[in-house]
């Protein structure tokens, strides 16, 4: 097998750096994880500016193909390495595969203004005592309207895929801070944040902001 390479965020709060490192730690494959740190530019100098084609993290090295965008390496990694063989983290059904595709594609281009007032500082690191503007109160109540009809079990489609992960992500930037989400969201978050791949990912040493 060619070697795997992970490039992801110094301070490991980018929630698609996450997706992909869950993906990997998932599958069980081996690879190397690399950081760059964003704060300090690293991502615009070399070598990390020549691996890629956007100097974006998180990003995937294998052999010869160097690949951003989060959603892109999910399903990359699930058509190189596909189930049986290793973890599915894709539904296995066509229709159910195009609505978890719709629910990544969704929290990556929606809800600006919740993402902007409740970044994953408040998820990996800590609170925010600033109340959420108008703009970012009708973002959480788009999420949880829609959160309250996609979650219908344990699951969104039977069994586990990134997407629940994904969905939990967002969900535990109101949770984890505090604001008010219905206590079956809360629950289903919960369980999702409770897989050992995301626990491996809280875990990792985080510095303050700007240290």
Same mark, same amino acid.
């Given at each position: ?22 993906? /990997?730690?998932? !599958? ?11 704060? !300090? ?11 890629? /084609?956007?100097?974006?993290?998180? /990003? ?45 594609a969704w929290l990556r281009s929606d809800l600006m203004a919740l993402r902007a007032e409740r970044s994953t500082e408040v998820v990996f690191c800590a ?28 699951? /969104? ?9 994904e969905l939990a992500l967002v969900l535990n930037r109101l949770i984890l801070n ?7 969201? !809360? ?16 875990? !990792? ?7």
């Open positions: 097998m060619q070697e795997l390479i992970l490039y992801v965020d110094s301070r490991f709060t980018s929630p698609w750096a996450l997706s992909v490192f869950q993906t /990997l730690t998932e !599958k069980q494959l081996p690879f190397i994880l690399n950081t760059v740190d964003l704060e !300090k530019g690293e991502q615009h100098q070399a070598p990390f500016r020549h691996l890629g /084609l956007t100097g974006r993290v998180p /990003l995937l090295v294998h052999g010869d193909l160097a690949l951003a965008e989060s959603s892109a390496i999910v399903e990359y990694l699930e058509e190189a390495f596909p189930p049986p063989a290793w973890q599915a983290v894709l539904p296995a059904g066509l229709a159910q595969r195009a609505c978890a595709r719709q629910v990544q609170p925010t005592a600033t109340p959420l503007t108008a703009a970012g109160q009708a973002a959480a109540e788009r999420l949880i309207g829609i959160a309250e009809r996609l979650v219908t079990g344990e699951h /969104l489609f039977g069994e586990w895929c990134i997407a629940d992960s505090g604001d008010p989400v219905p206590e079956r969201l !809360k629950a289903y978050a919960a369980a999702q944040w409770q897989r050992d791949s995301v626990r491996q990912w809280v875990a !990792k040493p985080r510095a303050r902001a700007g240290a």
